[in-house]
């Protein structure tokens, strides 16, 4: 299984993200771009914001992805909360 993951931004997430999945003994490996993908990696895409990953790099990561056939099982979005975040989970 492979994975995209395409992040909102370049500076948290980017840092953050691989520490958390290998608490979460995630067992794929990071490769720095979709062409050293083979099987059990995964890949990290910066959105550059909000504004350019719904208005640009989205549409650019499925066209790679497409360019890619058989490469990646599964595109995974990950876009912050930030004040949005008290209406699921109350105090």
Known sequence: MNYYFLLEDE???????????????FTCKRVPDIKFVEDKN?????????TQLITKVLFETIDTINENPKTIDKLVIILDAEEESNKFFPR
């Open 11 to 25: 500076k948290s997430f980017i840092k953050v993200l691989p520490e958390w999945l290998k608490h979460l003994n």
């Open 42 to 50: 995964y890949v990290l895409q910066s959105g550059q914001g909000v």
